[in-house]
């Protein structure tokens, strides 16, 4: 083969990271304009035929999107997804997760005879029906997913790759395509990945959520408050922005379409109000003997025989505001609720840490951080019954748990995207700033435990 085509269809922000590092990487490129989504590969430099990519998005983009890419020879925009489709040897779906079925149904009938199909959404069960329900039989599918966002260096991250249906030459050769990442290639089932996304990622994207929203309702920017600037309050508070600084479909898809993600969304807000049930009632025993069940069965033996993830210097280093002389003590509702949740599902978060996302590590960072310190789990839990400085953050926390569990639960897009997009506009003005530190605090952690 003198040259292989690489379809993308959707230019969203993870498309055009993906177009621009295959070019980069020297591989001629085209690219259409279709829906804003997500996507990413990667080519190897062994890889001696010619690479181009197609790719497309909405109709509306087609003259921006060219626009953008002017400078780039090697790329190519087109206007729809059908003269993708018809010219590419390997296409990729990099649209969200609600529209995937609609996209292929669309523009899978005009897919190239023995071409290579996979998508790029964080849930696969939906994708790969769409997939054998709209595509022709001669058509193969191999997906992937890369576990990160299009603001992270991709060197290192998981990228996921599906042999779906696929005969191992072509499986081998998007396996080589998508090498120019430098991505660590971790190789499931569709099923498999959707289990452990559930685990690594719907909690966690809850937990910060769930922050943010209670600081809206609450009227805080925390960085603005002594008691929410150190330590893990930074972790907290840098993760969160983030989240919000993202498009909302990159959470919605994979919390409302995956049935795991939906019962361990259910599980935390559970975990939430038990704990803060607890603490209004001064039931200390009771409160300890469950936190410390919990952290025991979590942090047990070898699962956790090494050095912390991260430390005080760490994280006292990436504050959005300036560092108070005295640390002001919290129950950390937020981080007890999550080590409960992974106790009552059975979850042990260090069985996924070779595809675990950034945002994951640094979530397990501090719950490690506070669970394997007996002094501060301690102090957090006579915080939790003696102390009312966090009350109302924490009766804004609960309420926003049992929010978003039950957005997720009813399977509405709508609500979520309202949810997700009021938090947003509140937080707007800070994310350039939340994103450069954010990016400092993934460094350092990954740097731990790649």
């Known amino acids: 083969m003198d040259h292989i085509s690489v379809g993308i269809i959707g230019m969203g922000d ?33 890889l001696v035929a010619l690479l181009r990519v197609n790719a497309c998005d909405r109709a509306e983009r087609y003259e921006v999107l060219k626009d953008t890419f002017a400078g780039r020879s090697n790329v190519h925009i087109f206007p729809n997804g059908h003269l993708v489709s018809r010219i590419s040897d390997y296409i990729i779906y990099s649209v969200e997760a609600e529209t995937i079925d609609k996209v292929i149904a ?26 054998e329900q709209h595509l022709p039989e001669d058509v193969e599918i191999v997906s992937c997913h890369s576990l990160h966002g299009p603001h992270v260096d991709p060197r290192g991250q998981p990228l996921v790759l599906i042999k779906h249906r696929a005969s191992q030459e072509s499986f081998d050769l998007v396996d080589k ?21 559930a685990d690594t990622q719907a909690v966690t994207h809850a937990a910060f959520l769930s922050m943010g929203t209670a600081w809206r309702a609450n009227n805080q920017f925390p960085w603005e408050i002594n008691r929410y600037v150190g330590g893990i309050e930074n972790v907290k508070i840098n993760v969160t922005l983030r989240i919000y600084s993202n498009k909302w479909h990159v959470y919605a898809g994979l919390a409302i379409l995956n049935p795991s993600a939906r019962q361990q969304i259910s599980q935390y807000a559970e975990s939430v109000t038990d704990l803060f049930k607890l603490m209004l009632g001064g039931h200390r025993e009771a409160l300890e003997q469950r936190i410390k069940t919990a952290g025991a ?141 954010g990016n400092e605090m993934i460094k350092t952690i990954l740097e731990k435990t790649t």
Request: charged share 25%; glycine share 6%.
């Open 14 to 46: 993870m498309g055009k990271m993906y177009a621009k590092r295959i070019s980069d990487a020297g591989w001629r490129a085209l690219v259409l304009a279709l829906t804003e989504a997500v996507d990413r590969r990667r080519a190897e430099t062994d």
């Open 177 to 197: 395509i998508l090498s120019c990442f430098g991505s660590k290639h971790v190789y499931l089932t569709a099923k498999t990945h959707d289990r452990i996304t």
């Open 297 to 437: 069965a979590v942090f047990k033996g070898e699962r956790s025989n090494h050095d912390l993830l991260l430390r005080d210097e760490v994280l006292d280093r990436f504050s959005l505001g300036k560092v108070p002389q005295e640390r002001t003590p919290n129950n950390h509702l937020s981080l007890l609720a999550m080590v409960d949740c992974w106790w009552r599902l059975g979850i042990v978060p260090y069985d996924h840490m070779i595809c675990s996302t950034p945002l994951f590590r640094l979530w397990l960072g501090v719950t490690e951080y506070l669970f394997r310190k007996p002094c501060l789990l301690d102090e957090v839990i006579k915080t939790a019954i003696e102390d009312n400085t966090f009350r109302s953050d924490d009766l804004e926390f609960t309420f926003a748990a049992r929010g978003w569990s039950d957005c997720v639960s009813f399977g509405d897009f709508s609500s979520y995207r309202d949810r997700f997009e009021r938090t947003q506009t509140y937080f707007a003005p800070r994310f350039p700033e939340a994103i450069r530190v």
């Open 106 to 131: 669309q523009y899978g009938p005009s897919t190239k005879q023995g071409a290579i199909v996979g998508g790029q959404t964080s849930c696969k069960a939906p994708e790969v029906s769409a997939f």
